[in-house]
């Protein structure tokens, strides 16, 4: 009897950054609500940790992909793994073989300004995946597969508001900002809502009703209160239900915004 071998599924580039922007569960909702056709240029204006965009590359969606931040480390780090991914291996490797949690207090102590790309990319990934931890394990093939994804594509440190000027009908964009507090007691305490606040959130929603009016495609994700749900309102925004990154914790709701 001959044993059929399964054949081997081709691996797809994951986030190479972890607690950063779209997480799983909510991926799979955006991946639910993508457009049904193919579109020239995609733009993601609050990078984060990328997944929409690395979902939408092994797709095969887009033509065109401009990425931008406004956090320089971020940036920073999306362009060496773009270009120099090979010396940015041997950077983490020789962090991972150094790690301790002294040695994750020193790098981080560190101007990452007085370091060239390359050790202020490698410093950064290696302060999100360690956090401290005893052993920290890098995916060498995921961090190639992630800078073949990224070839070709234009990563720009920049503002959401700057999309403006590279956009064209028919393109789509996708909105990750800093999530609105979900009460003020939060919001008091939220360094995101210190950094994108109120009159953050009310100019996104301008900027939004704009590429809506040039015939662009738009996905938004933000927190389910009051205040999003009235933003958006003439789009009917959708609420979905996100398991919490807590164990045991309720689901959480975030609303899906959408103009197609």
């Known amino acids: 009897m001959v044993t059929k071998s399964k054949p081997v599924e081709p691996k797809q580039a994951k986030p190479f ?23 020239k240029s995609y733009h993601q204006p609050f990078l984060g940790n990328g997944a929409l965009f690395f979902e939408l590359a092994e797709r095969k969606r887009f033509q065109l992909a401009y990425l931008s931040d406004l956090d320089e480390d971020l940036v920073n780090s999306y362009v060496a793994v773009q270009t120099w991914v ?15 949690r002294e040695y994750y207090r020193q790098i981080s102590s560190l101007d990452p300004a007085e370091m060239d790309v390359i050790e202020r990319a490698s410093r950064f990934i290696y302060l999100n995946q360690a956090g401290g931890k005893k052993a920290v394990v890098f995916d060498e093939e995921n961090l190639r597969l ?6 070709g594509v234009t990563i720009r440190r920049q503002s959401y508001y700057a999309v403006m000027r590279d956009v064209t009908k028919g393109d789509f964009i996708y909105f990750d900002p800093p999530y609105y507090p979900l009460s003020k007691r939060v919001a008091k305490d939220s360094e995101d809502f210190k950094h994108f606040g109120e009159q953050d959130h009310r100019r996104l929603k301008d900027v939004f009703e704009a590429l809506d009016r040039k015939k662009c495609f738009l996905l938004l994700s933000n927190s389910c209160t009051p205040h999003t749900k009235k933003h958006y309102k003439d789009y009917v925004p959708e609420v979905v239900a996100i398991p ?15 103009n197609y």
């Open 17 to 39: 950054l972890k607690g950063l922007g779209v997480q799983p569960a909510l991926l799979v909702e955006l991946v639910k609500r993508l457009p049904r056709f193919y579109c």
């Open 86 to 100: 090979e010396e940015l291996i041997v950077s983490l490797k020789k962090h991972a073989g150094l790690n301790s």
């Open 146 to 151: 992630c800078s073949a994804a990224l070839k």
């Open 244 to 258: 919490s990154l807590v164990k045991s914790a309720e689901p959480v709701q975030e609303i899906i915004v959408r």
